[in-house]
C-alpha cells in the first residue's frame, strides 16, 4: 500500500518547506512532490494535512516513564505503556533509562527494553537503552539514590549486564572519579556514547575525559559543577568545547528559557538535544505520589520534587513542550533540530529518523499550529495516535 501525505507546511533537517506531498510506501518516505493546494485533489487514503505542519518524529534519549508507569518497573508492560504513552507528544523512538538503582533492577529493565525492540513496540519505537549511573559522583546525585551510587569500574558493569550490554547506547557518568578513564575508553571502543553528567567534574577533567572519547553531556547545568567567571566547571567546558552535545530539558523549570536560548546560541543548533527527562509523574495531575527507587516524589504546579528535601526529580513534561518552547525562543525550524534530527544523528541513525527525507522511516507528528499540540503520530507509515479519534 501507498498513500501520500499532503502538507501545507513540511518541517525538517532545520528546513521548512510549503505544500509538498511525501509519498509513503512499505513504511518508508520514497519521494516528495510539489502540489497546489488550490486545485488538488485528496481522497483516501491520501491525507489532508494542507493547514497543519508535518515534521518528524521526535526522539527521547532520555526518559524514565509516564503516564503513572515507571521504566525500572522492569517489565515489557511498563516499556509497552511508556511507548504508547509517548505517542500523544509526537515521540516515535526513545531509550529507555534506567537511573542508579540495585544491578538486579537495571539488569531487569535492560531486559524489558530489548524483548520490546525485538519483539514489536505498541508504541514508540525502543532504541535501546540510556543508563543514567550508577558511576556518579554523590556530590552531585540529585534525585538518584546515593545509597547505590559505585565506583567507575568496566568489569563490574560487564558483569552485571552480561549480554544485556549489547542494549546500551548511552551511559551517564562523573569522569572525575577514579577508574573513570579506562571505562570510558572501552565504552568509547564499543561505540557506547559517554554522557558527563551528575559530575563535579572542573574544566580540566571534563577537558581530559573528551580527550577519552566522552561526546554527550546530561541535562546541561543540572547536577553539574556550574559556570563561575573564575572557574568554568563542567557547564563551562561543555559550553567552550564543541566535541560535547549538550542534552537539555526544556521545560522551563530545569533551566530558565533565556539560559535555554543561550545554550542553543553557544553550541549551535546542532549541538544540542531536547530531552523530557520525564518520570512516571509525567502526564499525571498534582498531588500525584510515585517512587524514585524507594524515595518518595510528588507532582505539584508542573515539576515533580522528592518529597524528602524537595529537589527536582526528573521533569513531568512530553517532548512536546521542548518543542513548544523552542518555536517560542527560535523557530519550527530549530525545534526539528533539537528534537528529531540531533538525537537521531547522535544515535547513528542519520537519514533513517529524525528526518523526512525520501528514504527515511515514515516516522511523523502532524502538529495543529493554531495550539501548537500534536494531533497525529506516525511510526513506518501507521497511524498511531489521533488527538481526535
Known sequence: MHFRVFCGTLVTDGQRYTNVAIRIEKGRIVSWERFDPHTVRITPPDVD???????????????HGGGGRDLMEGTPDAVQAVAKHLLKYGVTGFLVTPLTAPWDAIR?????????????SEGAQVLGCHLEGPFINPKRAG????????PPSLQVLEEALGSLIDELRIITLAPELEG????VRALV????????????????AVTRAIDWGARHATHCFNAMRPLHHREPGTVGAVLTHPELKAELIWDNVHTHPAVAQMLVQ???????????????GAGMPDGYEFELWGHRAVVAEGKATLVENGSLAGSVIGMDTCWRHATQRFNWETAS????????RALGLEGRKGTLRPGA???LAIWNPACQQVESTWIAGICKYTANP
Open 180 to 183: 573513570s578513564e579506562p571505562l
Open 49 to 63: 494535512a494542507r493547514e497543519r505542519v508535518v515534521a518528524p518524529g521526535m526522539i527521547d534519549i532520555h526518559i
Open 361 to 363: 522511516d515514515a516516522d
Open 189 to 204: 571502543q564499543a561505540g557506547v556514547i559517554v554522557s558527563i553528567g551528575h559530575t563535579d567534574a572542573d574544566y580540566d
Open 108 to 120: 531487569a529493565a535492560f531486559a524489558a527494553a530489548r524483548e520490546v525492540r525485538q519483539h514489536g
Open 266 to 280: 553557544a553550541k549551535g543548533v546542532g549541538g544540542v538535544i531536547c530531552i523530557s527527562d520525564g518520570v512516571a
Open 143 to 150: 534525585a538518584q539514590p546515593p545509597e547505590y551510587i559505585v
Open 337 to 344: 533540530m533539537l528534537c528529531a534530527y540531533n538525537p537521531a
